[in-house]
């Protein structure tokens, strides 16, 4: 028997608003996601492309207008796992945190492991982050580990959003009704 997603129609792709960044539906037609740059965090686990990136995504509500924004990270190492559990803004604030996957990808004389996490970033924050926005992560085990986000990175992520909201309130990019504004 099949499970009920998945019959669900894959995410559409859309026309870039920004150079670099992504855009597509989600399987809640409510939604679209952004897909900011990936930044290296630390080198390719293992040499793999893909791996130790962290992201900026954003999901925007068509009906409100309004933007949720994480900053996505994927960890690979090894090691004893790390379980990474909780973020913390520059002034030690925390952030409300997401732990997405966690799996052992192999133990050949020592473990390998991959994990998804990410912390929620408040769209005030990102209006702020003129300067640039440093996100600590940490886990379990004591580790820590602060993720830079440029101005660069931000500046492209707020005018992704921007302009996904105002091509999807003139009825572009899929959305056959206009959102509201946020606020």
Known sequence: MLAAGACAPAPAP????????????????????????????????????????????????RDSGRATTQLYVSDSYRGAEKKWSAAYDAAGRALPFTAIRRDQIGCAGECAWVEDFAALIPE????TAAGGLAVTFVARSGDRKTILLTPRQIRIQR?????????????????????????
């Not at 992704?160 to 946020?182: D, E, N």
């Open 159 to 183: 005018a992704a959003i921007a302009a996904t909201r105002l091509r999807l309130s003139r009825g572009i990019a899929g959305s056959p009704r206009p959102i509201m504004s946020p606020e």
């Open 14 to 61: 859309l026309p870039a608003p920004v150079p670099g960044v992504a855009v597509r539906t989600t399987a809640l037609a409510r939604y679209v996601e952004i897909i900011g740059l990936k930044a290296q965090h630390a080198p390719p686990f293992l040499g793999v492309p893909g791996t130790n990136f962290f992201v900026l995504r954003s999901w925007l509500d």
């Open 124 to 127: 005030r924050e990102l209006a």
